[in-house]
């Protein structure tokens, strides 16, 4: 066990950014004759930023349900099976060291494989997997009280706890043993906001094998192939290649396009379709969020004049990203939900919108008119956010949907999203 985590090092946490060199994509193994990702440096990384956020708070600890705060705290993941299932938990108090509650033998597991954990601090727990242990059988109850008793040995019980996702009786329980319960999810969106030089790298690569997966949809698109067609292959080029989680994949074609429905069917593509996709996945934990528009063999002038807008949106909202700008200043470049068909902005979330990117697929930052402009943030340096636009077609049913993802720099940003969409794809052009 590392004696040294317990303090807040500089180096631990500074991001170690060097926006001189090019962004690396490097492959997956691990070698000796190039630095790649550090993983151990990643997880100091991420649990001194935490703690950091913790000390900054008014919270005593942090307990966390969510699947992606226990593993930026605690670096231990189990598979992508238990993430609704509640079925595991974290704690970190002031100047103590991270907690986990674990699923059966995999807190023996970790006790082998996870050194920068303590190994009495890797504990088998079950609280309720949503309500199927019903809650009269006691374990809430007894878990509640052994979390109090850490609280209580920490010097924190009488401080708030803060607290991402929880089932409500546990949260009774909690309450009963006398524990303060209250939000703890923007102490840990503020820890997570800044990405790391490791973590960009991971981003990074992740992207890279969506453009890898654009190219099979590329390949692939012709009459006849169906929407669920090209969700399979992706997936199998996605794991083949390393995902660990294909979250999902819109596939969204011809009259399904507008408006957009965000999933895919069945559908059989056919010429002259506009058809745009989502590729949501991960890598070590690491999401995209990347759309791209193609058309099936030729394209009518109103379906070009939707990409150009879509593209034009965009290009005028990457253009205004860099440091100490507000949200604000970003999405008041986007159009108004009236200028493109919807009558408010809520009937157009997601549409017009940037999002932050980790190990969740949403992070701050936040970009959309129904927020940002009443309530902006900061831009900082560091942050990795996919920002996306959608021009319906005057056709009445096409769509162009385009979305790039983008970091930070200390002077702009620079894209990670790198399969070409200047100008709309045709694929099997005839």
């Known amino acids: 066990m590392d004696q040294h985590l317990r303090a807040i090092r500089a180096e631990d946490i500074d991001p170690r950014h060097d926006w001189g060199r090019a962004l690396p994509a490097l492959g997956t193994m691990g070698v000796d004759f190039e630095e790649r990702v550090d993983y151990r440096r990643l997880h100091r990384y991420r649990l001194s930023r935490a703690r950091q956020a913790l000390e900054n708070s008014e919270l005593g600890a942090l307990l966390v349900f969510d699947v992606n705060n226990i593993r930026y705290l605690t670096s231990t993941k189990i598979g992508e099976w238990e993430r609704d299932k509640l079925a595991r938990w974290a704690l970190l108090t002031r100047g103590g060291e991270p907690i986990v509650w674990d699923f059966g033998s995999a807190a023996m597991h970790h006790k082998l494989y996870a050194p920068w954990l303590k190994p009495e601090n890797c504990k088998a727990g079950l609280v309720g997997l949503r309500g199927t242990v019903n809650p009269a059988f006691g374990l809430m109850e007894k878990h509640a009280k052994e979390i109090a008793a850490l609280l209580k040995e920490a010097g924190v019980l009488d401080m708030p706890i803060g607290m991402d996702i929880v089932e409500p009786p546990m949260m009774f329980e909690l309450q009963k043993a006398g524990v303060k319960v209250v939000d703890g999810q923007q102490v840990l969106l503020e820890a997570r906001e800044i990405k790391s030089a490791d973590e960009i790298a991971l981003l990074n690569r992740a992207a890279a094998m969506v453009d890898g997966a654009y190219q099979v949809v590329w390949d692939i698109l012709r009459p006849g192939v169906r929407e669920n067609d090209v969700v399979a292959e992706v997936n199998k080029f996605l794991y083949t ?53 193609f058309n099936v063999g030729k394209a009518t002038p109103v379906q070009h004049d939707a990409y150009k807008q879509a593209r034009e949106w965009l290009d005028n909202a990457i253009a205004r990203i860099k440091p100490g700008v507000t949200t604000a200043h970003i999405c008041e470049v986007f159009p108004k939900a009236d200028e493109f068909g919807f009558p408010d902005e809520l009937a157009a979330f997601g549409l017009q919108f940037a999002h932050g990117l980790g190990l969740a697929l949403h992070e701050r930052p936040i970009i959309s008119r129904v927020v940002s402009m009443d309530h902006p943030t900061e831009i900082k340096e560091g942050m990795v956010f996919a920002i996306e636009t959608y021009c319906p077609a005057k056709d009445g049913y096409s769509a162009a949907r385009i979305e790039e993802e983008v970091v930070v720099t200390a002077t702009g940003c620079k894209l990670i999203t790198l399969f070409p969409a200047e100008e709309l794809p045709i694929a099997g052009r005839w």
Request: hydrophobic share 30%.
């Open 241 to 293: 290649h390393g995902s660990d989680d294909v979250e999902a994949i819109n596939a969204i074609s011809g009259e399904r396009c507008n408006p957009h429905p965000h999933n895919f069917t069945d559908r059989m593509l056919r010429p002259g379709d506009q058809a745009f996709f989502d590729i949501i996945q991960s890598f070590m934990g690491y999401r995209t969020c990347y759309y791209r528009t």
